[in-house]
Structure formats: C-alpha cells, structure tokens
C-alpha cells in the first residue's frame, strides 16, 4: 500500500478509535482523549494532503456490491491542498478545543461527532468519484449539524440555526447530488474521469446545479442566509472549523466543476461565477461591516472572502477562455491563496472570539472592550489575523488580493491587444469591486479589533476578563503564525499551490528573492521581506525623532478645568460598535435596509427633561427577509392543506399504499 | 395415476387458499380467523407437498414440512396465546360491512387474473393456472389491513398477505432456496412475536387495540 493509501486508512482508523474513546471515556478525561486523537487525525491529514500536493500517488479503495464505478480515495495535487488546508485547520481547532468545550459543549455526543466532522471534511478532497464525494461530504455535514446542536437545550437560537443549517445545507447536497446526476447520465459512469466530455445542454444544466449546490456550501449570496445564524451559534471551536475549513470544500467543489470536469465552459459561465462572487464579496463585507456581533460579524466576512475567490475563480475561466494563459494562471492561483489564506486567518479569529467569549461571556461589541491589557497573547493574535483579514501587507491576505488585481488589471490585454469586450467591462468592474470591498474590509477589522480590544471595558465582564488557558493560547499563537508566514514568504507557497492547478507551474508564479513572489507572465514582482529591509531604513529616522522630542517634551497630566478632577472620558462616551458603523448604515440604507427604534422616557415631573434614550437598530437580510420568507410562508400555507392528506391515520395511509398498488397493476394490464 | 390427479390437487389447494382467504374477510371473529389462518397453512403446506412429489424434489417435500410446522401450527399458536375464553369475546367491527367486502374480494380476484392474464400470460402448467390465486391473497391480505381496526386483525392481514407471497413464489418458480424459505418463514414469526407483544402492550395501556384511534405522534 502507499504512503497515500496508508495515510487515509490511518484517518479512517483514527476516526473509529476516536468515536470509541468518545463513547466510553470517562467526562474528567473525554476532552483531553478525544482531543488527542481529533490532533492526530488532522496530523495525519496534513502529512497526506502534504505528500499528495508533492505528487505523490496512490489511494484507498473502498469495496461495493453496487454496480457502479469503484469508490477510490486518492487525492490528486489540487485534492491535496485542500486537505492540507482543512486538516490544518482542524490542528488548530482541535488543540483549542480540548481546553475550551465545557458543559454541553462537552458532551459525549459532542466529542463522537467532532472526529466524524473532521474525517469526513478531510476525505471529500481524497474523493474521486462522485459517490464516495458525496458520502465523506454527507458525514461532514452530520458531524457538524450535531456539534452545531451541542446546546440546544440551553438556548433556543440553537435549535432555529439547526433547522436553518439543516435544510440550506440539504438544499446544496440535493444541487450537488442533482449536478452529478446529470453528468452521470450524460457520461456513463460516476468516476470523477469517466464524467468529463458531454454535450453542452447536460454540461450547461450540471453547472448551473453544481454552482447553486457548492455556491450554498461556499456561503455564496443568495444561499447564504444560515451563515448568520449557525455560525454565532455554534460553539466557537465548531464555527472556526466551519468557517476556516469547512467552505474551503464549496471552493473545493467549484474548482473541481471548472479546472477537472467541466474545463472548457463557455464564456457566460465565467461571468455568472464572477458575478455570484462579485455580489458575495460586498454583501457579505457590508453586513459585516454594520454588525455590532462579532461572531456574526465574523460570519458575514466569511461570506465576503469567498465571494472573492470565486471572483478570482470566474475571472480565471474568463481569461483562460480567451486565451490570456498567463493571466488566468494567475487568478486561479490567487483563488487558491485567497482560500489559504482565509483559512488560516479566519480561523485564528474565531478562535479568537472564542477566547473573548471564554473570558467575558459576551459576544455584543457594544459591552466589550479593553481586552487589550488584560488578554494580550489573544489580542496580538487576534490583531494580527485582523490584519490578514483587512489585507493589510506583510499578512496572507495582501499576498492573494494583490495576485487577483495584478491579473485582473493586466488580464483584459494580451499582447497589447484587448482580449474581448466582455473581459474589458467586466474586469475593471471586478477591480471596483475587490477595492470597495478591500475598503469596508479595513472599515470592518478596526471596528473588530479596536472595539473589542482598545479602550475602556463597556461592561463590567469585560472590566473583569482574564486570559485564556495555555492550550487555546498555543492555537491562537499558531494561526496567527501562519497567517504572517503566508504573508512573508509568500512566493514559496504560491509556486507550490500553483503546482496543483497548473500545467506550466513556473510560466505563471515563481519565487524570487528573499521568498518574494513573482508573475512572468504579467511581470509583476512582489518581496514583502525586501519591503520590510528597506522600510527600516525609512522608520528609523521616525522612531529617532519621536524618542529624542518625548525625552524633550516630557508627558504632562491635563486636567479638565472644570471637571473637579474626574476623568474625561467615562466608557460610556466611547465610540460603540454601532455608533462607529452609523455612518456607513447611512450611506447604504436602501441595500441594509435598518430599522431603527428610539425610545425616550421623560421625567415624571417636566417632560423637558430626559429620564433615559434607549435606541434600538437592526440591520436584517435583504435575502431573507424578500426571497426566503414569502417562499416559506407560501409552503407554510400548502403544508396545512396537505395536512389533512396525511393526518396519522394508520388506515389511511395505507390505504394510500393500496390504491397506489391496485392503480399500478391496472396500467400494467392495460 | 398422480399425473391424472396433479392438476386436480394443485386446484383444490388452491381452491382452499382463496376459499379460506375469503371467508377471513367474511367472518369477524378473531378465534375463527385464527383458525381459518391455520387452515390456509395447512393448505399452503398441501400445496408445496404437491409440486414437490410432482417435480421429484425432495427439498421441497421438506419446506412443506416447515410451512406446516411455521404457517400451520406456530403462527396461530402465537396469535391465539391467551385464555379461550376471553379470546371468544373479540369481535371485530370492520370499517367495510361484510357484503361489500365480499364484492370487492370478487373484484380484486378478477382483477388478479386479469392482470397474471395479460402481463405473464397463465401458460400451459396447472401451477400456471393457479397463479392469479396468490396476487388475490395478496391483494384480499391488503384489504384486511386497511379494512379492520384492531391490531391483531390487521396483523392477519399482515400473515395473509405473506401466504400470498409465498404462494406466488412456488406456484410460478417451484419456491426458492431452502435456507431462504426458513430465513422468511423465521423474519415472518419474529415480526408476529414483537407485533404481538406490542398489541399486549397497547391493550393494557389504552384498553385496546383500536388502531384507527391513534392519531397523534408524540416524542
């Protein structure tokens, strides 16, 4: 057996022993156990998913009596990768998590479909052929529903989310399992090689299908609307794994239908890609950017950086159907380091909220604050992946969102010469886009981190928060780690991502320099270590100055004059997160849609004076609110009509069964 | 001489079967469905000793055997297990009154022969001819499910239809496997055993076993 082979064998084993310690350790030790061994599954994922993307071969193949192709596991290079990431994901999450779940989080059902979700997330990847993606992407999804509802009992929000995330994402998996029927009708078998080559009708019906099913799980608009609620809601371990990993398989899932089943599309699938994207990345940063939540918020940028890569995904098909190699090499390598990226950075913040929510209890912005001095290993690492998510240079995020604009800026000419009408409108629309959104981004993550972290607390928890134990700590330390290596050396990692999407590798990313990253095809060049070496040289003078005038101005306490020596600003005259958002809500009323609710209590004597103001704002989803709800209160109205058709009558039913019977026997006859 | 009275034989099993398979609907009696179950057991048993003697099958001579012993005796052991005198008491009030049930026991027969007629033609055996007689008791075993309320009535039903089943299986393909006919036949009295002890249940908590009075689901 191969490396390969024996590295997916050894999840599926660990995954088993793992459900087994979870059944019958016992509650002082279940999470240490189950912990341990949810790190070594995600270990061992890694080292596959590592030796896959370096081209190593082999495979696991699973024995059926059904008359169907094979099931066989076996990553190829891009597989690779996203096991990597995934998997490195789920280091992070279960090291965290062994310290961090207490109470129902805790619990026995908990703990068995941690390993499940983890095992399943890291062998849709390995898949190849379509029955056995959908099986590892059915355990995934099982795994995480159960974890999702770890604490249902304690608070309602819990079960709505669960019922939410249930049906949206059985929605996708009926897209998804639609799409490979198509193309398994149209072809002949269900191997992911033998789906290739069809005619253009069942081609053009199966991308549709398969963009909606993996657009849902990648939190694409307008399939988005669980993400709000499960997200927040669910543990903050489960919402990291989630969100850091697993939407990478919706990016997964759509960069398996336009780089290996369906590679030469026609034009308009490009564009519809881009324009999905497109929509996502500013919905999603707009909620994001007007929410006083921080896991919502959280939530909503996740929504927002997979809109960009599916931006940068459609623009790569764009340009590679009209032959720009170069450039569409390029984008399709920035969607992947986007994912890399987002992977890591987005999961080091929800942890990172995980750790405020271990510390004070809260979730709400508005009550937080001052972390900063009282949670400092938290706040660097949570800063730092802020950054990322803003895309602010020497993080991962800068990487990816300058490798897209290089390739979209450039993309639209080849050899001087424009490529197409569509391609010269719909890039620099794409660039307005990626700067819009890389704006609000920033917007967003000051609000995030500066809110949260800087100040005086604005409640009383947060007044009394301390810092995480050392396990979480090392998570967070490690996230945020990668997410600066991502952005210092980002030209190593780029020439081996390219490697798994591909055919000329070196044409279209190489490293240069000091880890530096260069695109010969566009001849862009980009060394943030070189930019930090000759930034110095620049800050020096500036650290001087600022050094010899605070040694000559000496710091001077003011005073109020007529405050009697109180203090100036008291926390409640600090900036909120939805004061400092308030102008933004402004601007994009008519897409936010707020409602805003102010109450006035007067003094009982004069009613020219003021008790107390209670103001009340609530930014709800557009989608939810015009598209899903009329459709639900239309089944809604159908479902009490149809009730009186199955109304637990045993009789009746089968009765059913009978008429069903007899009518089936007269049309044979017949 | 067996040759001349084969055919005659395979007629009057089968003759037996619908007839006691009728008279189930007819009567609302539990003890005499009880009884007419063992009879159609007996008859189903008579059945398979036939075809077997008439193909030379030793296997199936055996299977009859089983039958008698599962179908005949065992089964209406189980289902008539408890006090003569309280088991007399039961009657059924079916939701079809007794004419219209026995029309539309006709009217399923016809249906049954036509339907054999034109989809697999009834050939030239004695077995062949015999046929439609299974899907009527499967089809006259569906009736009785719909038809009664009462748990242990349907589950005659239930043990009707499974006749019928088994009735189509020898008639056309002289029956299957013997190790699968005892797995059946087995699945069949386990399924009998647990629905018994359910009804047993339901009486003593809802004071019977009216199925139709059981509308609501509960966690």
């Not at chain 2, 089964?75 to 004419?99: D, F, G, H, M």
């Amino acid at each position: 057996m191969s490396g390969i082979g024996a590295g997916l064998l050894l999840q599926l084993g660990l995954g088993a022993l793992a459900v087994l310690t979870a059944l019958t350790a016992a509650p002082s030790l279940r999470s240490r156990a189950v912990g341990t061994l949810c790190t070594l599954i995600a270990v061992t994922g890694f080292l596959t998913g590592l030796g896959a993307m370096l081209g190593a071969t082999g495979g696991l193949r699973i024995f059926i009596v059904l008359p169907i192709d094979p099931l066989l596991l076996a990553p190829d290079r891009l597989g690779g990768l996203f096991m990597l990431i995934v998997s490195g994901v789920g280091v992070l999450v279960s090291l965290y998590s062994m310290s961090s779940t207490r109470g129902p989080d805790a619990s026995r059902t908990a703990w068995v479909a941690m390993p499940m979700f983890l095992v399943g997330m890291q062998l849709v990847p390995a898949a190849t052929d379509s029955v056995s993606f959908l099986l590892a992407l059915e355990i995934m999804t099982l795994g995480s529903t159960v974890l999702l509802l770890a604490d249902h009992a304690g608070r309602a929000t819990v079960a709505s989310a669960g019922i939410w995330y249930s049906a949206m994402s059985q929605l996708s998996f009926f897209f998804i399992l639609a799409g490979f029927a198509v193309l398994a009708a149209a072809s002949g078998g269900t191997s992911f090689t033998n789906l290739q080559a069809i005619e253009p009708v069942p081609a053009n019906v199966a991308f549709v299908l398969l963009l909606l099913g993996f657009g849902g799980k990648a939190e694409l608009v307008p399939l988005h609307v669980w993400v709000p609620r499960v997200l927040p809601e669910a543990p903050s371990h489960v919402s990291a794994a989630m969100s850091g990993a697993m939407v990478k398989i919706g990016v997964y899932g759509g960069l398996l239908v336009s780089v290996r089943l369906l590679p030469d599309g026609p034009a308009w699938w490009g564009i519809a890609i881009m324009v999905v994207g497109g929509a996502s990345a500013l919905y999603g940063i707009l909620q994001a950017s007007v929410s006083s939540d921080l896991k919502v918020l959280l939530a909503y940028s996740t929504t927002e950086n997979m809109g960009l890569v599916f931006l940068a995904l459609g623009a790569s098909m764009l340009l590679r159907g009209y032959d720009a190699q170069a450039a569409a090499d390029a984008a399709l390598v920035a969607a992947l380091l986007l994912a890399v990226s987002h992977a890591a950075f987005k999961s080091t913040l929800f942890l990172g909220a995980g750790a405020i929510i271990h510390a004070t209890g809260e979730r709400n912005l508005d009550r937080l604050g001052g972390l900063g001095a009282r949670m400092p290993v938290t706040a660097a690492a949570f800063g730092i992946a802020s950054l990322g998510a803003a895309a602010i240079p020497i993080t991962s995020g800068f990487v990816a969102e300058w490798m897209l604009l290089q390739s979209l800026i450039h993309g639209g000419r080849l050899d001087g010469a424009v490529v197409s009408v569509a391609a010269s409108v719909a890039m620099p629309l794409a660039v307005a886009v990626i700067a819009l959104t890389a704006g609000l981004a920033l917007l967003t993550f000051v609000k995030a981190y500066g809110i949260a972290f800087l100040a005086r607390p604005r409640s009383a928890e947060a007044a009394e928060a301390h810092e995480v134990p050392p396990l979480m700590r090392l998570s967070l330390v490690l996230g945020a780690l990668f997410v600066l290596a991502l952005g210092l050396l980002p030209g190593p990692i780029a020439a081996l991502v390219a490697h798994s999407v591909s055919a000329n590798p070196s044409a279209a990313v190489q490293s240069v320099g000091l880890g530096g990253v260069s695109l010969p095809g566009i001849g862009a060049v980009l060394d943030p270590i070189m930019l930090v070496v000759l930034s110095v040289p620049v800050a020096i003078p500036v650290i001087v100055s600022i050094i010899v005038s605070a040694r000559r101005y000496p710091h001077r306490t003011v005073a109020l004059p007529w405050g009697g020596g109180g203090s100036r600003a008291r926390p409640r005259m600090q900036y909120t997160a939805t004061s400092y958002a308030e102008p933004l809500v402004r601007v994009f009323d008519d897409v936010l849609k707020p409602s805003r609710d102010v109450q006035v209590t007067h003094v009982a004597e004069s009613r020219y004076l003021v008790e107390r103001v209670r103001v009340e704002q609530r930014v709800s989803d557009v989608f939810e609110t015009r598209l899903y709800r009329p459709v639900l209160t239309l089944f809604q109205r159908y479902g009490i009509v149809v009730r009186h058709i199955a109304n637990g009558s045993i009789h009746r039913y089968l009765s059913y069964s009978f008429v069903a019977l007899l009518i089936v026997l007269i049309v044979v006859s017949l | 001489m067996f040759e001349n009275i084969y055919p005659q034989l395979i007629g009057l099993c089968a003759g037996a079967l619908l007839l006691t398979s009728a008279l189930m609907v007819w009567r609302h009696s539990l003890l005499a469905s009880i009884r007419l179950l063992a009879l159609q057991g007996i008859a189903l048993a008579a059945l398979v000793a036939v075809i077997g003697i008439a193909e030379g099958e030793p296997e199936l001579v055996l299977v009859s055997l089983l039958i008698l012993s599962v179908k005949g005796i065992g089964l209406p052991w189980v289902l008539a297990y408890q006090s003569k005198a309280s088991i007399k008491q039961i009657q059924e009030s079916p939701r079809l009154n007794p004419t219209a049930a026995l029309l539309t026991v006709t009217l399923l027969t016809i249906l049954s022969y036509i339907v054999v007629s034109r989809v697999f033609g009834l050939g030239d055996s004695s077995t062949g001819h015999a046929a439609p007689i299974g899907l009527a008791m499967v089809l006259i075993g569906f009736l009785l499910l719909i038809s009664r309320r009462r748990a242990r009535s349907q589950l005659i039903g239930f043990l009707l239809l499974d006749n019928g089943i088994a009735t189509i299986t020898f008639l056309t393909s002289g029956g299957v496997p013997i190790l699968l006919e005892f797995a059946f036949s087995l699945d069949v009295l386990l399924v009998v055993l647990i629905l018994h002890v359910f009804a047993s249940r339901m009486r003593t908590k809802f004071g019977g076993t009216a199925v139709d009075q059981l509308r609501e689901l509960h966690d």
